[in-house]
């Protein structure tokens, strides 16, 4: 059975030690990525009007822009503006006027073809076609054709076929083969369409005689093609109208798109670029902007590595200081991982806020500190702090007043919340954390004699740092308590208060109970502050450790008012009732919510304690041999740190004086001493870090203690004056 045992904590610890190192390799792969996601060997968090702390050269030879090239400039407009096309609209309405004055023209034909009378027929014929402008030669050809109807139908066709391509005027056409036109832009407004169609393709009057003959293939007689030819150039008029305002705001509309042309200039490998103390102007942007373009990748692989080099080197150092002086802090993977958080999150903030127009001023890490050092230690606040800073500073490209002020905000943010109790001092923390800042921006401007408004300005953005790294820590420090499920003294004070349901509930059903553990609350805490172990737990854990007795008050000593109710129960009987408390205790606290440390001190304040008392009954009744010890002890376990073992003894110091029928400071003395000698040789004591010099001062503050609430009284006269 020792073998499996054995075997199975060897196999916890493996278990425990793998997932530690996946903790740490998924953090610092995550940092790694987060640090070097877009890094360059300058990169940084420059803006525009910043002012530089030190000389930068170029790193390589490159190229960057120089003064706008005005030539090229223009030149570019030019041929951008010569590629806009000319806008033309289609008058659709001509078309229908054309084809309805080619119809009335026909049937005026038709209708002085009829007209036999040859007196006046040169008069008639001058008179019909005198609205349509057609001229007499003309005219008279029509009439002398045998087919109108036939010619009529053809012209119609013609013209709807030659207005449907569209038609310019020649002057139009000709303006267009000047300038090399090759194509137009044509729209319709009765469709709300747009449409680009070549020169080419359109019709002119300039050529309208050679198109025409070109489509009427249908007609054989020559004579007749020929007035059909004269008619349509008689009749048709332009339908496509140039639009000049359209195409004047295309072309500037074109030319406003066109980007300035600059001249490149060369940049030589390590010339100045930036000189101490210059403020930082747009072109001077460029030079940055230009580095980052045409760093070639292999240097920016190489500072990737470097990068995760340095981070992993800093991740290592914290996974040593943990493991050599913190091993308490990875007995589990829960701390762990709410460390991993707070810095993975910080971290992220600090890569945004770098990318960001705002200023690198303003990367809260005094937060992480505090909420580290709240929820975990100070101590490993204070070097995760170091290895945040640094980290932080190399974000910001590797200047060193963001690493050093991180570091110093975090540090002061640490100190601040030390004892805090009262979310109203994280605010006072925060105004702390700021006046550092802006302390150090100040000395810093002073150093580098920079102008007055620049590093005040930089220490104002120091103190807003400060206030909200306050606001960020009081918002989200309930969520990290409730996820991680840890408790703060803050979140203590809360619970501490005697209002809680379940204190309420024992001052009604068990109140000497709860007189008892107020009293203990008094004593523990009083003990943990004498040691330097956490006070605040101690008596919070304290109020609620007996509240398993709530179920059978009555079954407890300092409920009883009477008989007592174990006369007529059996020792063994009796022994199970006063045990089972610790476990409808634990229960209870788990139902009402209680965190996890609460309830393990709920859990350990009897360790494996035996109850003396029936364990003493039952050898009386049934002898020495016929009795188990074991089935007269607590489940346990022991205390298992020093905030549960001065409950304990606080516990049964306070039961063990009630019982003095005269509690002298002597006997108090007396008594204290051998409960705490008796704890010690029962080993209740082992699994805790409480050394002898420890317990001695712990039964100093006990005996202190006791003997105030214990003090003898002066015994007042009685009043035997007469009463009128």
């Known amino acids: 059975m020792k073998k499996i045992l054995n075997k199975k904590q060897r196999f916890g ?76 609209l ?54 002398e054709l045998k087919d109108q109807q036939g010619f009529f139908a053809e012209a119609m066709k013609a013209i709807e076929y030659i207005t449907d391509i569209g038609v310019i005027p020649a002057s139009e056409s000709t303006i267009l083969n000047k300038g090399l036109v090759k194509a137009v832009a044509l729209i319709d407004k ?127 150092l914290l996974v040593l200081y943990i493991e050599f002086y913190e091993p308490d802090f990875i007995v589990g993977s829960k701390e762990l991982m709410l460390l991993a958080s707070i810095c993975i999150l910080m971290i992220l903030a600090a890569k945004f806020i770098v990318i960001s127009p705002w200023p690198s001023n303003l990367i809260p890490v005094s937060a992480a500190s505090m909420l580290i050092a709240l929820l975990l230690n100070s101590r490993l606040a204070i070097i995760t702090t170091c290895f945040l800073g640094i980290t932080i500073g190399m974000i910001s490209g590797g200047r060193l007043d963001i690493a ?92 501490a208060d005697l209002n809680h349901p379940i204190l309420k509930e024992m001052v009604i059903k068990a109140p000497g109970t709860y007189h008892h553990s107020l009293v203990v609350g008094n004593l523990a805490e009083a003990a943990c502050e004498t040691i330097g172990a956490n006070a605040l737990l101690a008596r919070v854990s304290a109020y609620f450790h007996d509240i398993g007795k709530i179920e059978k008050a009555e079954y407890f000593s300092e409920n009883q008012t009477g008989e007592s109710m174990h006369d007529k129960l059996s020792p063994t009987m009796s022994s199970l009732i006063i045990t089972n408390h610790v476990k409808n205790g634990v229960e209870l606290a788990k139902r009402y919510g209680l965190n996890k440390k609460i309830v393990d001190l709920i859990r350990q304040h009897h360790g494996s304690g035996l109850v003396f008392y029936f364990f003493k009954r039952a050898l009386e009744k049934t002898g020495y041999e016929d009795v188990f010890e074991g089935g007269f002890r607590y489940p346990g376990p022991k205390p298992q740190t020093k905030e549960a073992a001065c409950v304990l003894l606080a516990d049964s110091v306070e039961a063990a004086s009630r019982m003095l029928d005269d509690p002298t400071p002597s006997s108090l003395q007396g008594l204290v001493k051998k409960v705490i000698n008796n704890k010690f040789i029962d080993g209740q004591l082992d699994e805790c870090e409480l050394t002898l010099k420890d317990l001695e001062k712990i039964a100093e503050v006990f005996i202190h203690i006791l003997t105030g609430i214990y003090h003898s009284r002066v015994e007042y006269p009685e009043d035997t004056r007469k009463k009128k």
């Open 13 to 88: 610890k493996f278990s425990t030690k793998t997932s530690h190192v996946f903790i740490a390799l998924i953090t610092c792969l995550i940092i790694v990525s987060v640090v070097g996601w877009d890094s360059s060997i300058l990169k940084t968090e420059f803006h525009e009007g910043d002012v530089i702390l030190k000389s930068i050269y170029a790193p390589f030879d490159f190229k960057i822009k120089g003064d706008i090239d005005y030539k090229a400039t223009e030149a570019a407009k030019k041929e951008a503006v010569n590629l806009v096309l000319p806008v033309y």
């Open 90 to 143: 289609i008058d659709t309405s001509a078309k229908e006027a054309i084809l309805n004055r080619v119809e009335l023209f026909f049937k005026s034909i038709q209708a002085l073809k009829e007209d036999v009378n040859t007196d006046d027929r040169l008069s008639k014929i001058k008179e019909t076609i005198a609205p349509y402008n057609i001229p007499l030669a003309i005219a008279n050809s029509i009439l």
């Open 190 to 316: 009765s469709k709300n369409t747009e449409q680009v169609k070549p020169v080419d393709e359109i019709w002119s009057f300039s050529d309208i005689r050679k198109k025409t003959d070109s489509i009427l293939t249908s007609l054989k007689d020559r004579k007749e093609k020929a007035v059909l030819i004269d008619f349509i150039s008689v009749v048709l008029s332009p339908n496509l109208m140039y639009q000049g305002e359209e195409t004047d705001f295309r072309k500037q509309a074109v030319g406003a798109k066109v980007k300035p042309l600059y001249e490149m200039v060369d940049i030589k490998k390590n010339e100045l670029i930036f000189s101490k103390g210059e403020r930082i102007s747009r072109s001077d942007m460029a030079k940055l902007e230009a580095i980052e373009q045409y760093e070639p990748h292999p240097i920016k692989a190489v500072v990737f590595f470097g990068i995760a080099l340095i981070v992993m080197l800093f991740m290592l």
């Open 404 to 495: 050093s002020v991180s570091i110093l905000g975090g540090m002061v943010g640490i100190f601040a919340v030390r004892n805090t109790r009262k979310r109203s001092q994280l605010i006072t923390a925060g105004f702390m954390v700021g006046f550092a800042n802006m302390a150090y921006f100040i000395g810093i401007g002073l150093i580098n004699s920079l102008d007055f408004n620049v590093y005040m300005t930089e220490a104002f953005i120091g103190l807003v740092n400060g206030v909200i790294s306050a606001i960020i820590v009081t918002g989200i420090l309930p969520i990290f308590e409730t996820v991680s499920k840890t408790i703060t003294d803050i979140s203590l004070i809360e619970i």
